[in-house]
Structures are given as C-alpha cells and as structure tokens.
C-alpha cells in the first residue's frame, strides 16, 4: 500500500580529509534509501594546507550546486593523539561546513563509531565491512576508489537511518540521542537485508 505523500530528501555525506575528501550521495524517499553518486577528491598533491583547505570549499559548493541536496552530514575528527593532524581534521572539516552554511544546508556530524554502529550494527567495525554492508544495502558494484568514497558515503546513510528521531531537526552534534540506525533499518526494510545478514533462531 503506497502512502500518497512520501517524502524525498537527498543526503551529501562527506569525510573531510586532508589527503583524500570522500564523499556520497544518498537519496531517501520514505524507507528506501539508494545511490545517487560516491566518489574522492585527492588532495595529497598539493602542498599547502590553506589550498587544500581551499579545494576542500570548492569541491563542497559544486557538490551542492549540482545535486541540490537537502542536507549534509559529517565524519567528526577522531581523538588521535597527534595534535597537528586533528588540527588540520578539524580545519577540513569546518571548511566543509561552511560551503554548506553558505547555501543555507542543515549540517549533522556523526563520530566514526556512530557511522559503522549505524551501518553494520559493529561500532567497531573495519572500513572493509562498512563498505561490503553498504555495497549489500545500496546495490552498486566495487570502484577502484570505493574505500576512500564509501567513509563520505557511510556518512550519508548513518543520517538516513537517524530520520525517525531528528524529523528534520539535523544539527551539529548529530540531534537527539534516540534507538535508531540499524536495528530499527533491519526491522522496516526485512526483505531488503534478508541475506546481507544470518536470520535469528
């Protein structure tokens, strides 16, 4: 039974890096979520930490300005114990918000745990088992630069599976604390994971 008002939104993930940005796209009509686009922008060529910061802002804004998404989330810098690279996370990562706060886009921020918790239901799980669970939920063949792209793209879908407790609410700081992602993915949307997971006994 089709509802006659399901809701679209399309998502833009980012992994603001200093190295390499990944990003992905994900749109969200009702439960279903699918691929829009996921992809990198490399960044180690340049050598001025300013011009990165630079091309980080650019690639941001023709980002939006090309597929017009509805909001943006981000992988929040993790506590590392160099000091100057958390620095520079945290640069990027501003950087990115305010190419979206310029076009007026709600922003979300997710720490890396949260992200693969929400994706795989393992907060400790591998960057390759976070892209293998979001290959089996999105239906889109390997790239030779999917791990770069999937950290961007993981994002996007972490936010999606959020919508029931933040209806639209998005904030930095990732919103309301509530009992979503995974498990209450899994429960809506059984015939989409049947066989990306073993059934319970």
């Known amino acids: 039974m089709q509802q006659p008002d399901v809701k679209e939104r399309v998502i833009l ?6 190295a390499v940005m990944g990003y992905g796209l994900v749109k969200e009509t009702g ?13 180690d060529h340049l050598d001025d930490h300013a ?12 980002l939006i300005d090309e597929y017009h998404p509805d909001c943006m989330a981000l ?3 993790f506590y590392g114990k160099n000091i100057q690279v ?7 990562q501003g950087v990115a918000m305010a190419a979206a706060l310029s076009r007026q ?3 979300a921020e997710y720490a890396p745990r949260k992200i693969k918790q ?3 239901g393992n907060g400790n799980a ?9 290959q089996t939920l999105l239906k889109f063949e390997e790239t030779p630069q999917f791990l770069d792209a999937t950290d961007g793209l993981a994002v996007a879908v972490c936010h999606a599976f959020q919508k029931i407790s933040l209806k639209g609410t998005s904030s930095i700081g990732g919103g309301k604390k509530a009992k979503t992602g995974w498990a209450a993915f899994v429960k809506d949307n059984t015939e989409r994971v049947s066989g990306a997971l073993p059934k319970k006994k």
């Open 31 to 43: 439960p279903k979520v699918e691929l829009v686009s996921l992809g990198i922008v490399k960044l």
């Open 118 to 120: 929400s994706i795989t």
């Open 126 to 134: 591998t960057k390759e088992q976070v892209a293998a669970m979001l």
């Open 51 to 62: 011009l990165k910061l630079q091309r980080i802002f650019e690639k941001t804004i023709a």
């Open 75 to 77: 992988e929040a810098p």
């Open 105 to 107: 886009l709600p922003i």
């Open 13 to 18: 993930g980012i992994d603001p890096g200093t």
């Open 86 to 92: 958390m620095l520079k996370l945290g640069r990027a």
